[in-house]
């Protein structure tokens, strides 16, 4: 961070870039690859990610509102977008006017679509994820002959694409396939972050990738063993340092005491910040390039720390929350682990008011 913010997520466009390539390089038989930044790119900003991961090689850019897809085209990103999500009449009819891509599983949307004229359409199978999409295959079949609008793609999304060696991946892709055998020339598209490392036979003719794009694991692992390099790193700074002695608490409810004498630091960060309360006593934060553990109930604003019996920390110093400083590092994956959740929503849940500082 360039001088003390109460909180910022410094966030690499380069990683963002250079996971796009590593991405490109995995893909079979000249599939694209398709960078999703739904969710306002997965709490790293929307446009300079999508910006990012064109550059990285994505051709199509993938959203789940017409308000997402707005904003892509009013930043001036010219790239193929497609909105996912499910549509009102009024949003389908703002992302056609964004020139957007949209999703369709029912004849009553295909015939809106063909009534604001130029709509492109994806059909959606609902192959077994069991939210949105036709489960009807010939009712599939019907939209993706219908005329008054084009069909540029057909699709389906993986429920258990980051579960190794369960069956149900394999019978969702041979349901897909067969519906792709007799849809030629429209773009099929299937593949999640976590389907394209498993399988080549789910990249089809594009893949969808959201949460590897951003450097973080589709597993839920270490990022690095399948070539990615996080984007995202979560800093804040030390405002102040005070001592304890045995007994005396931190925090709403005194749910930590101290054992004995030692030194607490206060760091403006909070759940407010999207650092949620569960990990209250029970996360570390880099402080002084050495973990200290998080004590006390996370405030909206405020957290602590515990610096040990030796204040070797003065106020000002940094403080990362994720990333990494000096030889430790926190990933998002360790976050989500101490919360019984996954990286996805640690990232998409950290708030506007952090900041986001870009570097490249």
């Known amino acids: 961070m360039t001088g003390p913010e109460r909180a910022a997520l410094r966030i690499d466009l380069g990683a963002i ?53 707005k904003e892509l085209r009013g930043a ?18 703002a992302a056609v006017a964004a020139g957007a891509d949209v999703v369709a599983w029912t004849e009553d949307f295909l015939a809106a679509a063909a009534a ?15 939210r949105l999409g036709t489960r ?20 389906t999304h993986f429920a258990t694409a980051d579960e190794p060696g369960d069956d149900y991946f394999g019978e969702q892709l041979e349901a897909f396939a067969a519906l792709v055998a007799e849809a030629p020339g429209v773009l099929a598209h299937a593949a999640n972050s976590a389907a394209t490392y498993r399988d080549p036979a789910a990249h089809f003719d594009m893949v ?49 005491r101290a054992p004995q004498a030692t030194w607490v630091a206060t760091i403006p960060i909070g759940y ?31 957290v602590t720390v515990d610096l040990g019996p030796e204040p070797d920390v003065e106020p000002g110093a940094p403080a990362v929350l994720i990333g990494a400083q000096g030889g430790e590092r926190i990933l998002a994956e360790e976050v989500a682990r101490r919360l019984g959740t996954i990286n996805y929503e640690v990232t998409t849940g950290l708030s506007a008011r952090v900041s986001r500082q ?3």
């Not at 001036?76 to 009819?93: D, Q, S, Y």
């Open 358 to 360: 870009y570097v490249r």
């Open 136 to 155: 009807d295959v010939d009712v599939a079949r019907s939209l993706l002959t219908r005329g008054g609008v084009e069909i540029a793609g057909v699709m």
């Open 208 to 256: 969808r990738c959201g949460i590897a794009v951003y450097g973080m694991d589709p597993l839920q692992e270490d990022p690095a063993a399948r070539g990615l390099e996080p984007a995202l790193a979560l800093e804040s700074w030390v405002a102040a340092v005070r001592r304890f002695e045995a007994g005396e608490s931190a925090g709403y409810g005194r749910r930590w």
């Open 116 to 130: 604001l004229g130029g709509a492109r359409v994806h059909v959606k199978l609902d192959t077994g994820m069991g």
């Open 76 to 93: 001036g990103i010219a790239a193929p977008i497609l909105v996912m999500g499910a549509l009102t009449r009024e949003e389908l009819r």
């Open 272 to 302: 407010g910040d999207g650092w949620r309360r569960a990990l209250s006593n029970a996360c570390d934060v880099l402080v002084g390039g050495r973990r200290r553990p998080l004590v006390g109930t996370i405030s909206m604003d405020n």
């Open 17 to 69: 870039e250079r996971n796009c390539a590593h991405l490109r390089s995995l893909l079979t038989g000249g599939a694209e690859l398709c960078a999703v930044v739904k969710a306002d790119g997965y709490g790293h900003g929307a446009v300079e990610a999508a910006r990012s991961a064109v550059d990285g090689g994505a051709g199509w850019l993938a959203v789940a509102t017409a308000p997402e897809a």
